[in-house]
């Protein structure tokens, strides 16, 4: 059974055997005559136009001698015998059945031809018909694929584009934050020298003023707020630049894929647009056999699917960094603009106690150089009246000494000689008690000059104090980065 469109060629292109009860069939191909009669081309000049010489060729026989004949035992043709009767000849005559039969043969032989030939031609023709439609709908198809290929890569190219460009802007806002960080970074330096050198400058004061205070707590504080802030900026200085070398990891491994699928696409798109009559199509033989593919469609799209999830992954981690970040140099300006307040304020409690001491002191002082004039006004005053007691007591004295002179019995202990010893007596205890008195407000004079000095020497310390609290720390302190500077924008 013949399937349509797919002759069996076995039936034409192998013609049946000539039974053997037939005689030899003559047939008008060339083949038929191979080996049992010379072929003779036409000349050229018979040639015609409309037959292809490469198809046909014209059949010639030729008579062949008998067996016997003086020609085929290699006589001269000169030499031939002269034509005799058939009677005479040796050949065997066929009958006219024979030739009939022969002819009916020839017949059938070049109907069964023909109808081959005509089977053959029509299967040949829709066998053309069929391949090129075949082959048509199969370049057709690959046209398609190539389209969809093309429109897969299109897609991704998108998609690629799109991430790299945020990629590339997350990583150019990481770097501005980067910059910021390092910016706020560089200012608290400042701050942190300062407070060092309050503490310094502290450590000259004086006595009794080298005094653990409120100030020297808070600048204690601010040295540990400022040194905290500074570790956790460079903590996430270094986040930051190992956050950026992964985003240009992501974003090598992106623009990457991107030269990748430009040069499919561009191949693809070249490869969807060529057809039968463009140029620059030739024959690779055995490319077909060559695979040098290292992906399917689905690894090809994880591929590239991953590398954007990966970009994603990167840019949120970069995003809630540049976020951390943020944060951080907000809270830490707030930090150190508060202590920086706290100093303050505790130095101007201090800087106030230490001018009211000073004022105090000052106050006690005059009192005491007051007192000191008037104590020594005191002293004059009682010299002069132990100076004033001298002649009274040399009167009493000289008196008491005349009256020993009396003669006899005139040495009476009368009442003048009684007075004269008790005035006497109460001279020598006047002057004794206000020797005592000099004595007493001249060592309450010595209390009061080394009053007197040690309030002079607490003036001086406190003075000290206030000049290294007011003039020098607090002249330091005047100036503060400003918010926008602790945070990177200038």
């Not at 490869?271 to 056999?289: A, K």
């Not at 020098?472 to 990177?488: D, E, I, N, Q």
């Amino acid at each position: 059974m013949e399937l349509v469109g797919s002759p069996l060629t076995a039936t034409y292109a192998h013609p049946r055997s000539t039974p053997t009860k037939f005689l030899p069939a003559i047939s008008t191909m060339a083949s038929s005559y191979k080996n049992r009669f010379p072929y003779y081309p036409l000349p050229q000049s018979c040639s015609h136009p409309w037959m292809p010489s490469a198809y046909y060729k014209t059949a010639a026989i030729n008579p062949t001698l008998a067996p016997f004949s003086k020609s085929s035992q290699g006589l001269a043709p000169s030499k031939m015998l002269p034509f005799v009767s058939n009677r005479t000849t040796l050949f065997t005559r066929y009958t006219p059945d024979d030739w009939y039969r022969s002819n009916l043969t020839n017949y059938k032989a070049s109907e069964t031809s023909r109808h081959n030939a005509e089977r053959l031609r029509v299967d040949t023709s829709r066998m053309i018909q069929d391949k090129y439609q075949q082959t048509k709908k199969t370049q057709v198809e690959s046209t398609k694929n190539l389209g969809e290929r093309v429109n897969d890569i299109e897609f991704w190219k998108s998609e690629l584009c799109r991430e790299l460009d945020e990629m590339i802007g997350e990583t150019n806002a990481l770097t501005d934050m980067k910059k910021r960080l390092e910016r706020a970074l560089a200012e608290t330096e400042a701050p942190l020298q300062v407070a060092q050198e309050c503490l310094l400058q502290r450590e000259k004061r004086m006595g009794i003023d080298l005094v653990h205070d409120d100030v020297e707590k808070q600048l204690f504080t601010e040295v540990d707020v400022n040194r905290s802030c500074q570790e956790r900026m460079q903590r996430y200085l270094d986040k930051a630049k190992a956050q950026l070398a992964s985003n240009r990891a992501a974003q090598h491994e992106l623009e990457r894929d991107l030269a990748n699928k430009q040069a499919a696409h561009r191949i693809d798109d070249k490869c969807h647009h060529l057809r039968n009559t463009s140029d620059g199509i030739s024959f690779y033989r055995g490319v077909e056999r060559v695979d040098a593919t290292i992906s399917v469609p689905e690894s090809w799209a994880k591929f590239t699917d991953d590398n954007i999830l990966r970009s994603q992954s990167e840019r949120a981690a970069s995003a809630k960094l540049r976020d951390n970040i943020e944060n951080l140099m907000v809270v830490t300006a707030n930090e150190m603009w508060r202590q920086f307040n706290a100093v303050n304020v505790a130095f101007t409690n201090r800087i106030a106690e230490t001018a009211d001491a000073k004022s105090k002191i000052q106050t006690h002082l005059a009192k005491t150089l007051q007192e000191i004039f008037q104590i020594e006004m005191n002293i004059e005053a009682v010299r002069k009246a132990i100076r004033d007691k001298g002649p009274p007591l040399k009167v009493a004295q000289t008196r008491l000494d005349e009256r020993t002179r009396r003669p006899n019995v005139e040495l009476c202990r009368d009442t003048a000689q009684l007075r004269l010893v008790n005035e006497v007596h109460e001279i020598d205890e006047t002057i004794q008690s206000l020797q005592q008195r000099l004595r007493d407000a001249e060592d309450t004079l010595q209390t009061l000059v080394h009053a007197k000095s040690v309030l002079e020497h607490d003036l001086a310390v406190k003075a000290n104090s206030l000049f290294i609290d007011q003039e020098k720390c607090m002249g330091m302190r005047k100036t503060f980065p400003s918010t926008a500077r602790l945070v990177g924008y200038v």
